[in-house]
């Protein structure tokens, strides 16, 4: 058992604290996308989640998630049940220099944010008491398999060799296609293509996205659980991937559309956010620049997509974060480098086509699978309350009716 590291512990307690900024943050980013007459029920979605996944991780999601396998590399036993021997010792499945209990909320943070970012798919329309139905199942049947896969070291996506530094697969892929699933079970917005569906507050969104790249330093540096040169590379290449992203959101909307776009500079960051995430303790700075380049060409298409196909994914989740992290993890798959981390593989350009291939599997199998789990859960949800409020309810706003009170006095 490895000893504890007090650098490496104070990194990782700090970047799970960057983490934890992150769903206030896209509280926020989320708020501000909104009509004003839904702008509490919207941050509440993310607010709510932050003390209920919360709960649900200590009692069950961790040991699912990351506790010994229980054969085949699906899921985790039990053994670790309300952090049952999780203690401030290392551990001894994951082999880190800091506390078990360190890198547990760590990990924490992230199935906290991940059903969080599903919330902007269906925005504006749901009930809440579905809301919280759905987020508990949802983190316990999807999020916490997929971790399994993907980052125990028994995971059967580990062992097969798909590389995720910090969540392309796990978090964005995963919710991604979640949201996508979600707007289409839910139906379209009443009034989607009226003008007061435009974002009530823009400088609100940005101080969220403002948020979302700060904390994202603990995201994806934070994954080296350590204080060392991987983190080092990762926070380079992560604020890389996401000034490129902007940039080339911002150039392609004023192409497009005659004006530099201040919420397209926003979401071309977080665009470039997602899509380094999967790399970025794999590739080189120089690559990241690529990454972000590319990303925020296909995400800007695809949203674009998105309008034409007068799908209501309310605030384009499935356009930035099921694109974005499916484009992330194939380009890890193209630009990884062993001499950034010997732990990974070499990537297509570094002569193992391979490598593209298996992360190709990787986005196929997480894809299906939070697709259909997804669809069956908002099923089974929907025969226990009715997913959507009625359509007097949308008209008057969910802050009032849902949660009787208003953001903004008259």
């Known amino acids: 058992m490895p000893e504890i590291n007090a650098g490496d512990t104070a990194w990782v307690l700090t970047s799970?604290?960057?983490?934890?900024?992150?769903?206030?943050?896209?509280?926020?980013?989320?708020?501000?996308?909104?009509?004003?007459?839904?702008?509490?029920?919207?941050?509440?979605?993310?607010?709510?989640?932050?003390?209920?996944?919360?709960?649900?991780?200590?009692?069950?999601?961790?040991?699912?998630?990351?506790?010994p396998d229980t054969g085949l590399g699906l899921i985790g036993g039990l053994d670790w049940l309300a952090l049952e021997g999780v203690t401030g010792e290392p551990s001894d499945v994951y082999a880190t220099t800091t506390p078990h209990l360190a890198f547990m909320a760590f990990q924490m943070m992230f199935a906290i944010i991940t059903p969080a970012l599903i919330s902007g798919a269906f925005a504006e329309r749901k009930r809440f008491k579905a809301f919280v139905l759905f987020?508990?199942?949802?983190?316990?049947?999807?999020?916490?398999?997929?971790?399994?896969?993907?980052w125990s070291p028994d995971g059967w996506l580990f062992t097969l060799g798909v590389l995720d530094f910090a969540g392309g697969t796990v978090v964005h892929l995963s919710s991604g296609i979640a949201a996508l699933v979600a707007a289409l079970f839910i139906g379209r917005r009443t009034g989607l293509v009226q003008p007061a569906t435009e974002p009530h507050d823009v400088p609100m969104t940005v101080l969220g996205a403002g948020l979302l790249w700060f904390g994202w330093f603990g995201?994806?540096?934070?994954?080296?659980?350590?204080?060392?040169?991987?983190?080092?590379?990762?926070?380079?290449?992560?604020?890389?991937?996401?000034?490129?992203?902007?940039?080339?959101?911002?150039?392609?909307?004023?192409?497009?559309?005659?004006?530099?776009?201040?919420?397209?500079?926003?979401?071309?960051?977080?665009?470039?956010?997602?899509?380094?995430?999967?790399?970025?303790?794999?590739?080189?700075?120089?690559?990241?620049?690529?990454?972000g380049l590319g990303v925020g060409v296909v995400c800007y298409g695809a949203a674009q997509l998105r309008l034409r196909a007068r799908v209501d994914d309310a605030l384009d989740v499935f356009a930035v974060h099921g694109v974005g992290g499916a484009f992330g993890a194939l380009a890890t798959g193209?630009?990884?480098?062993?001499?950034?981390?010997?732990?990974?593989?070499?990537?297509?350009?570094?002569?193992?086509?391979?490598?593209?291939?298996?992360?190709?599997?990787?986005?196929?199998?997480?894809?299906?699978?939070?697709?259909?789990?997804?669809?069956?859960?908002?099923?089974?949800?929907?025969?226990?309350?009715?997913?959507?409020?009625?359509?007097?309810?949308?008209?008057?706003?969910?802050?009032?009716?849902?949660?009787?009170?208003?953001?903004?006095?008259?």
């Open 16 to 67: 799970t604290a960057l983490v934890m900024l992150m769903t206030p943050g896209l509280a926020l980013f989320y708020g501000g996308l909104v009509r004003r007459k839904n702008v509490l029920s919207t941050i509440m979605h993310s607010f709510f989640i932050l003390g209920l996944v919360s709960v649900t991780w200590v009692l069950w999601g961790y040991t699912l998630a990351f506790g």
């Open 135 to 150: 987020a508990v199942a949802w983190s316990t049947f999807v999020y916490a398999p997929i971790a399994h896969w993907v």
């Open 219 to 291: 995201f994806n540096a934070g994954s080296a659980l350590g204080a060392n040169g991987l983190a080092a590379n990762a926070f380079v290449t992560t604020n890389t991937a996401a000034a490129m992203a902007a940039i080339t959101w911002v150039t392609i909307s004023w192409l497009h559309k005659g004006t530099p776009s201040v919420l397209g500079a926003a979401i071309g960051a977080v665009a470039g956010l997602v899509a380094i995430t999967p790399a970025a303790g794999f590739v080189t700075p120089a690559a990241s620049i690529l990454i």
């Open 334 to 410: 193209i630009f990884a480098t062993t001499a950034v981390n010997a732990a990974g593989f070499e990537g297509l350009l570094n002569g193992n086509p391979g490598q593209l291939l298996t992360q190709l599997i990787g986005v196929g199998v997480v894809g299906a699978y939070s697709a259909v789990m997804t669809g069956a859960i908002l099923f089974l949800v929907n025969l226990v309350t009715p997913i959507r409020v009625a359509g007097d309810v949308e008209e008057t706003g969910l802050d009032l009716a849902q949660h009787g009170e208003v953001a903004y006095q008259p």
